[in-house]
């Protein structure tokens, strides 16, 4: 292994006596373990991530047991069931409010789709308003689905820099405003 790979590993050894790490790579694994979420609950799947806070699944192990209920406190957004139109402004000004970098875990088939719901008044979607990091599949997901989407995301804290989480983050705002522009027919 050369030493770029070393240095990208925290906690790689050189014999007994030492670890080496850059800081970079060692921020990122702390951050990795320390991903709040923010839980936005409206509907089923609300039930089902409070199942995977519970003693059962023990969400701990991953440093993301603390729910927080101010965005400024939170490291990603979880969307757990159905938004409407009429929430999809608030849900936006959420995200809009918690700090940089930011992540968005849609959960289960309502909020990745508008899942069963085909109707005038639900979002087909949530990435209509938010760049998604993960989707759960599911209606509703289990409660381990939820954890995996958790380790993919420590996965991708731990690898990912800052400035190509920002380039990431612009790409999906520009893919998403394309896909916003009102269809005209001539
Ligand atoms: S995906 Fe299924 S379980 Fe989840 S909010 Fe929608 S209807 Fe409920």
Redesign the pocket.
């Known amino acids: 292994m050369g030493l770029n790979e070393q240095l990208a590993q925290p906690g790689s050894s050189y014999g007994d006596s030492f670890q080496i790490a850059t800081v970079d790579s060692v921020i990122n694994w702390g951050r990795s373990y320390s991903l709040w979420p923010y839980p936005f609950a409206?509907?089923?799947?609300?039930i089902?991530y409070m199942s995977t806070s519970c003693a059962d699944y023990d969400i701990a192990r991953f440093g993301a047991e603390r729910p927080s209920f101010s965005p400024r406190q939170a490291d990603m957004i979880l969307v757990?069931?159905?938004i409407t139109y009429k929430m999809a402004p608030v849900l936006r000004e959420i995200y809009d409010q918690l700090a940089e970098p930011k992540f968005v875990i849609s959960?289960?088939?309502?909020?990745s789709s508008g899942?069963?719901?085909h109707a005038y008044s639900v979002l087909q979607g949530i990435d209509r308003i938010l760049p998604v990091d993960l989707y759960v599949p599911?209606?509703?997901?289990r409660p381990e689905a939820l954890l995996d989407a958790v380790i993919k995301l420590q996965e991708k804290v731990k690898t990912q820099g800052l400035e190509a989480r920002r380039q990431e983050v612009m790409d999906k705002i520009r893919e998403m405003n394309e896909r916003n522009k009102p269809l005209v027919v001539r």
């Not at 599911?138 to 997901?141: A, D, I, L, Q, S």
């Open positions: 409206t509907a089923c799947c609300g089902e757990l069931g159905t959960y289960g088939a309502c909020a899942g069963m719901f599911g209606c509703p997901p």
